[in-house]
């Protein structure tokens, strides 16, 4: 199954990715997390990148479609996966459609992640991650146990860069002016479904939950339990 993921910034699609890939075994591809690494690994993505991820535009089409592509490409054709934040423009949904369908993997539904400017600006602002495994907190809705520490790994917290509020301000605007039009664009093609991103995050899992379920999940289930044993 081929999910997408889309919403503002700071709707919470990463938070729930990462929850649908633990307990239902998805494989969780997020543009943001690989650009990051790219960024950090100080490879020629990375450096293409960098200035136009600080200011908080959107890296060029071509950059992304390719990188985007190419980590499709190298995952098994059995496994299921999640788009977190790809595609963010009409022309990658384009691309993407075209090349998932000579995959034979077309996508079977967009998740659409409807959350209040307010939200998202206390979300982000207050957002920490862990600057070894990626592990994301909140400072007040999600604290880590030990405050800067991850409960996960014991490695230090940051805060992303983009999470300045005068950033956070752009990419809003960058997703009101290039990325919100893909809610009609995959409306049209009637596979949208839409989540209150507003909530606590196990009532948006709860939600999410029930939208995938039938048929899709079941079989899952299903399979992975066989799987288990
Ligand atoms: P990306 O990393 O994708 O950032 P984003 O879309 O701006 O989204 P966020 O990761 O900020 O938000 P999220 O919805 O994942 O929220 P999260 O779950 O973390 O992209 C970064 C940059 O990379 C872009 O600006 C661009 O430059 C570039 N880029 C990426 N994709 C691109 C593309 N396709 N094309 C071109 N450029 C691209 O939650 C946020 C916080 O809220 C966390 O602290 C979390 O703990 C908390 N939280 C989450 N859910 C809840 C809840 N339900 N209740 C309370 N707190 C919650
Ligand atoms: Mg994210």
Do not use: W
Request: glycine share 6%.
């Amino acid at each position: 199954m081929q999910i997408v993921f889309l919403g503002p910034p700071g709707a919470g699609k990463g938070t729930q990715a990462v929850m649908l890939a633990d307990k239902k075994g998805f494989l969780h591809l997020s543009t943001g997390d690989i650009l990051r690494e790219n960024v950090k690994n100080g490879t020629l993505i990375g450096k293409k990148a960098k200035a136009f991820m600080d200011k908080g535009e959107l890296v060029p089409d071509n950059i992304v479609i390719e990188m985007m592509l190419d980590t499709i490409k190298n995952t098994r054709s059995h496994e299921d996966f999640i788009l977190d934040g790809f595609p963010r423009t009409v022309y990658q949904a384009n691309n993407l459609d075209r090349e998932l369908n000579k995959l034979k993997l077309p996508i079977d539904m967009v998740v659409y992640f409807k959350a209040s400017i307010k939200t998202v600006i206390l979300r982000l602002t207050d957002r920490r991650l862990c600057s070894k495994c990626g592990a994301s907190y909140h400072i007040t809705n999600m604290p880590p146990k030990k405050q800067g520490v991850c409960d996960k790994c014991g490695s230090e917290l940051y805060q992303r860069k983009d999470d300045s509020e005068k950033t956070i301000k752009k990419r809003l605007e960058v997703y009101n002016s290039q990325t919100k039009e893909l809610i009609d664009y995959y409306k049209s093609q009637g596979i949208l479904k839409e989540v209150s991103g507003d909530m606590e995050a196990s009532k948006v899992y709860s939600e999410l939950s029930e939208i995938l379920t039938p048929p899709f999940l079941l079989q899952r289930d299903a399979s992975k339990q066989k799987e288990l044993g």
